[in-house]
């Protein structure tokens, strides 16, 4: 079955650097990238999405890139800040049906001030 | 715009004993509904999902089930928790089957089996 695999776990950076998350996915098929924000004991927060006819997506200071020949996808944060810090999942659908995502492990993101 | 709620936001069970957490969306229809399992630290698990109105589909055997009595109602339910049922469970919502739509989460809610 599909398996999204999300890289790395923890990423611990100064406020102000840049963050890069990571996710490889398996299904050729996917075509719908999604990428959640979670703060701690909250619920996941969608902050950026990109399909597959598309191969960089920006808003404000994050952005999203997707190499369908690789079968990657990754989150981009610059001027990070601490309220950044967060639990970052990334996720895939074939965006036929139900919308079925399939999400990675997670990366916990620290940002130090 | 939509909603989605769940009650109740937090619950302490002993083993053995029944549960039954709801789920509703307000501002759509025909949603398709999710029940995600998140333990301690960890990923998300899809349970259970939802297309329509008494359409259930299972993706991890387990002894929960789900229903859905009413079109924008999902409820999960246990006849008899067990300890490894702890957890954080979201309820998430998607449009209809027709098109790519972006799937939101309620607030969750947090279980505790002792």
């Known amino acids: 079955g599909e398996n999204v695999e999300q890289h790395p776990s923890t990423l611990s950076v100064q406020e102000g650097d840049s963050a890069v998350i990571k996710c490889t996915y398996s299904d050729s098929a996917s075509n719908y990238f999604p990428w959640y924000k979670q703060e701690l004991g909250k619920r996941p927060q969608l902050i950026i999405d990109i399909r597959s006819n598309v191969g960089e997506k920006k808003d404000q200071r994050i952005a999203v890139t997707l190499n369908k020949t690789a079968k990657h996808f990754s989150l981009h944060i610059t001027e990070t800040q601490p309220e950044d810090s967060a639990v970052y999942f990334c996720a895939a659908s074939k965006g036929s049906g139900y919308n079925k995502l399939i999400f990675g492990a997670g990366t916990r993101l620290a940002v130090h001030p | 715009s939509q909603t989605i709620h769940q009650w109740p936001a937090t619950l302490v069970q002993p083993v053995g004993s029944p549960l039954s957490l709801e789920c509703t969306v307000e501002?759509?229809?025909?949603?398709?509904l999710y029940w995600y399992r998140q333990a301690a630290g960890r990923g998300l698990q899809l349970l259970f999902y939802s297309v329509g109105i008494g359409q259930i589909s299972s993706e991890v055997p387990q002894n929960l089930s789900a229903s859905r009595p009413q079109d924008r109602q999902f409820i999960l339910s246990s006849k008899k928790l067990l300890l490894s049922d702890s957890g954080f469970y979201l309820c998430?919502?998607?449009?209809?089957?027709?098109?790519?739509?972006?799937?939101?989460f309620g607030p969750g809610t947090r279980l505790t089996v002792l």
């Open positions: 501002g759509t229809s025909n949603p398709n």
């Open positions: 998430a919502w998607s449009g209809d089957s027709r098109s790519y739509n972006e799937q939101f």
